[in-house]
């Protein structure tokens, strides 16, 4: 007999271990080149919300630019000095990280460098993504980003807006965003007792749902094996745009594919003799529960109708409009949380966890990641950079010309560059690869570009579907951003990312398919040079 209990499956995982705290303008007022334990002023709020991280068990560090120290203004026992005082208005730290250069040295640790990020989480005895950095102006978050840690930006009056605007994640102060860390947190911790009564055992058969492209699939990785570690087996609905990513993810026992006309981009009129077929393909999976999810402009009804008329008793999704009796579960999400941790939050909120040995990173297969020769000898030794010119949607590829200079520069610094692509897309990629690339367009299938990945020093592309799949092999990723949807919630997920592109544009937040700005100038803007330096910073050596 099915009673309400405690949940089968795992518990959830925590998203972050530690919290990376720039000192000027976000813990203390900001004098600069300050030298004196008297001019140590907090800002308001900072010791209550930092110990709310300590009593939530996090860890604390703080990274900071001190050029003053290079630049001899004040003395490195003045500034221990100004560091004890911190400690005694604010608690204890478990490190303090201090680049004490200026610019013009290029060291690695100076932020928007990640050196100070990765030295942090190592002193905490963590990894940069399962950090949280909290600064005030675009350099700690950049720094952030490059470390691949989540970075929150609290702007102050000298803040740029064109670092607010670029920034993934913004709170007014670090009181708020202690808030955010620690909703956001609590929001993929699955509730103890599941919305609706469960037996003793596995949840049965519940089906999942994701349509959409490759991306949308693969960023809702993580919530579908946290639903697979308290079900009994999970049948994954997709559309034709995303099912070769669904073969890809880990926790999937069977795909069932079928074009939803209420989500794709360019739909066929519905037809109804397909949709009562795909009823009966639902109905004969004969699942216990279904989770639906979407992105936040979807609409997760229609499918609910559908599963509700295939007999699934109990069916979760987020929704803002009122779903009647289509929903046993409607869950709400804030606007502005990465696309992963929304889908986590919805399993989360229908009682599933992550299990105890897994991360809320996006991951694939682990077969279809071993390398084949066939292929190996196509790219050659590792080490190269992928460049990968094309994207689902037009607003979000730069034009041919710029990717064109970017292979060239690359190749001019001294990379070997593989310039992929699609089958499609194989006009694009040989003129593209003409400036100095290798073409490989058209050559390999989703699981042979993660396979490519795999091997990449780093990719360089827009916000497309490869870019999460670099995320799902934990290769670094240069994002050549067009801000026509937000950065915070599209941006690869938990591995060391540059972004680049204007994030002012007036494309932005338009989610325009199409450019509407003549001259496309959220990306064709975007200097080679700059790209080169960002593969430094991801792929130094
Ligand atoms: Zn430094």
Redesign the pocket.
């Known amino acids: 007999m099915a009673q309400p209990g405690r949940t089968p499956g795992g518990d959830g995982v925590t998203l972050f271990d530690a919290v990376l705290l720039d000192r000027d303008g976000t813990l203390v007022e900001d004098v600069p080149f300050n030298g004196d334990p008297e001019k140590v002023r907090p800002l308001p709020g900072v010791r209550a919300a930092l110990d709310r991280l300590r009593a939530a068990g996090l860890r604390l560090g703080v990274v900071t630019n001190q050029s003053g120290v290079a630049r001899g203004l004040f003395s490195g026992s003045q500034m221990a000095a100004v560091h004890a005082r911190v400690e005694q208005l604010l608690g204890p730290f478990g490190t303090w990280r201090v680049?004490?250069?200026e610019d013009a040295?290029g060291?690695g640790?100076?932020k928007p460098a990640p050196?100070l990020v990765w030295a942090a989480a190592a002193d905490l005895g963590t990894v940069p993504a399962r950090c949280v950095v909290v600064g005030d102006i675009g350099r700690d978050v950049v720094a952030a980003a490059a470390a691949g840690a989540a970075g929150v930006l609290v702007p102050t009056a000298v803040t740029r807006a064109e670092e607010v605007a670029a920034a993934a994640w913004t709170a007014v102060d670090l009181p708020a965003a202690v808030e955010e860390i620690l909703r956001r947190q609590a929001a993929v911790t699955p509730a103890a007792v599941a919305p609706w009564p469960v037996s003793g055992g596995g949840r049965g058969t519940v089906v999942v749902v994701r349509a959409d492209s490759v991306g949308d699939v693969l960023v809702t990785g993580p919530a579908v094996r946290a639903v697979a570690a308290g079900a009994d087996r999970v049948v994954l609905v997709c559309g034709p745009r995303g099912r070769a990513a669904a073969d890809l993810l880990p926790g999937v026992d069977e795909v069932i594919e079928h074009p939803l006309p209420w989500i794709d981009p360019v739909p066929a009129p519905v037809d109804p003799v397909e949709m009562r077929g795909l009823v009966g393909r639902l109905a004969a999976v004969g699942a216990d529960e279904a989770v639906i999810f979407t992105s936040f402009h979807q609409s997760p009804l229609p499918m609910a109708l559908l599963l509700r008329m295939a007999g699934v008793p109990r069916v979760a999704a987020i929704s803002d409009d009122y779903p009647g009796s289509l929903l046993d579960l409607r869950h709400r999400v804030p606007p502005g949380v990465p696309e992963p941790e929304r889908a986590l939050s919805l399993a989360a909120a229908a009682g599933y966890g992550l299990a105890p040995e897994d991360q809320p990173t996006l991951r694939l297969r682990p077969d279809a990641l071993a390398p084949r020769p066939d292929e190996t000898a196509v790219t050659g030794p590792e080490g190269y950079v992928v460049v990968h010119p094309g994207a689902s949607v037009p607003a979000r590829a730069a034009p041919a010309p710029r990717y064109a200079e970017i292979v060239a520069a690359l190749a001019s610094a001294g990379h070997r560059v593989l310039v992929t692509g699609g089958r499609d897309e194989r006009e694009l990629t040989a003129r593209v690869a003409a400036a100095g690339g290798v073409d490989l367009g058209g050559r390999f299938n989703l699981a042979g570009l993660a396979r490519v990945l795999t091997r990449a020093r780093c990719l360089v592309v827009g916000n497309t579907g490869p870019a999460h799949l670099a995320a799902a092999v934990g290769t670094p990723v240069v994002s050549l951003f067009a801000p026509t949807v937000p950065f915070g919630q599209w941006a690869p997920y938990r591995v060391p990312t540059v972004r680049l592109g204007d994030p002012t544009a007036p494309c932005r937040d338009t989610r325009a398919a199409t450019c509407p700005v003549p001259g496309h100038p959220c990306l064709a803007g975007i200097d080679p040079a700059d790209v080169v330096a960002a593969v430094r910073v991801l792929a130094p050596g």
């Open positions: 680049c004490p250069h040295d060291c640790c100076r050196g």
